[in-house]
């Protein structure tokens, strides 16, 4: 009965699917006719769930897709709207096995943060803790596998009509996107990389960052109940004066912490921007959403380190080198051709940074996006293709870079001893 009512739901999602297709199309027959770019994010976020969550891995994949796609996809926005307390109690009760009074004193009916996988409330435990409860939402898991299902055979139609796209193997990135996906979806998952990560925390004596604490009595597959943080993003400089007196040494700890993680966890935090770090009220900084996270090999994290190193000197030599070294390549590549190139992106970067000019904070995603596509452009003028993973990492260290010019604009990066893992 479960495989009839699921086909059931399937073809219905399928059937709303070519209903918003159909919208879409309609409009551009009127003359309502957006740059394709934009037709295409503002069309996946009509279709919910799996197609927000696509138009985020476009965003942060400038090895995969063409540089306007990837800018546009920026703007792909992962609200939802909040589901009645009703349905998020009864989840709550369902995947607990006993009654709610049980286990939380109060659960705020208001959520801290909704989006297309998950909605966030604040609660009490009755054991007095301040806890947050993450609730998977009903259903998601089969929208996102018909969602996938039916991507993964338009792709495989697509690849034989059009052999010559210029993208790498369609189908094998909707079955990247797929694992992806389906390990955000498993909450058992990110509450072993909090543990995990703890672990490593521990294991390095590191006591100025830290993660939610995982209450296993009360997380499965579908809720995740953790700590609660009392704190403020990264980037809230005036907050964070209250909190640390020293930014710059809060920053440190930051950077020192996800730089060791590189060789001493197993993974790393693939999705460090600003509201996924904060200062704690005790000075410390919390890690915090680890549903999205990276693993590189030893062999690839040598060459990266390499990589940094040669940007710490200016060898462009030794960049063009490592950047070989890290991409995937079916022909020669000329080191010093790419070396020059490097040169010359570089030279523009500073013009585009001066010294002397007040930093903004809302530029830092966008020059984070630009410098990183510029990069990997470069690369792929020379016949080079990078793992995805390398671009998560590069995207890490820009993301880095920005919140020295916001929190400690008279630091530098590479000759600061502090800065254990550059030196």
């Not at 295409?40 to 994949?61: D, P």
């Not at 005036?238 to 966890?265: H, K, V």
Request: hydrophobic residues 40%; negative net charge; charged residues 25%.
């Amino acid at each position: 009965m479960g495989k009839v009512t699921n086909g059931v739901k399937g073809a219905f999602r399928i059937g709303q699917t070519m209903s918003v297709l159909g919208r879409a199309g309609v409009s551009w027959v009127r003359g309502d006719r957006p740059p394709a770019p934009r037709l295409l994010r503002q069309t996946f976020e009509s279709l919910g769930a799996t197609y927000i969550k696509l138009g985020q891995f476009i965003a942060s994949s400038p090895t995969f897709f063409p540089k306007e796609y990837v800018e546009e996809f920026q703007y792909c926005l992962d609200r939802t709207p909040n589901l009645p307390f009703s349905v998020i109690r009864k989840i709550i009760r369902d995947e607990l096995g006993r009654p709610i009074e049980e286990v939380y004193s109060d659960i705020d009916p208001v959520a801290l943060a909704s989006a297309s996988i998950a909605q966030v409330h604040a609660a009490k435990l009755v054991t007095g803790e301040d806890v947050v409860i993450k609730v998977q939402k009903p259903g998601v898991e089969n929208i996102l596998l018909t969602d996938l299902n039916f991507l993964y055979v338009s792709a495989r139609i697509l690849e034989t009509l059009a052999p010559k796209l210029s993208w790498t193997s369609l189908s094998g990135i909707v079955e990247e996107i797929q694992r992806t996906m389906m390990e955000e979806c498993d909450f058992i998952k990110e509450a072993n990389n909090l543990k995990v990560f703890r672990e490593f925390l521990l294991n390095t004596h590191n006591d100025d960052a830290t993660v939610p604490a995982v209450y296993e009595s009360c997380s499965t597959r579908r809720i995740l109940t953790m700590e609660r943080f009392h704190g403020v993003p990264l980037t809230d400089l005036e907050s964070i004066r209250g909190y640390a007196r020293d930014p710059e040494r809060t920053l440190i700890t930051a950077m020192n912490t996800w730089f060791s993680s590189l060789t001493q966890c197993e993974f790393f935090h693939a999705d460090v921007h600003a509201g996924n770090l904060m200062v704690l009220k005790d000075g410390r900084v919390g890690f915090i959403d680890f549903g999205i996270v990276g693993r590189i090999r030893p062999d690839t994290w040598q060459a990266v380190s390499d990589f940094i190193s040669s940007v710490m000197v200016g060898n462009f030599d030794g960049m063009a080198d490592a950047m070989i070294r890290i991409g995937i390549t079916h022909q020669k590549v000329q080191a010093s051709e790419l070396a020059n190139d490097l040169r010359r992106l570089y030279q523009q970067m500073d013009k585009m940074v001066p010294d002397e000019s007040p930093y903004q904070p809302d530029q830092a995603e966008d020059d984070v996006n630009n410098i990183l596509m510029d990069m990997v452009r470069i690369g792929e003028g020379h016949g080079l293709h990078f793992p995805r993973e390398f671009a998560l990492l590069l995207k890490q260290f820009l993301y880095f870079d920005r919140y020295v010019h916001i929190l400690a604009p008279e630091m530098d990066v590479f000759m600061d001893e502090r800065l254990t893992m550059l030196h």
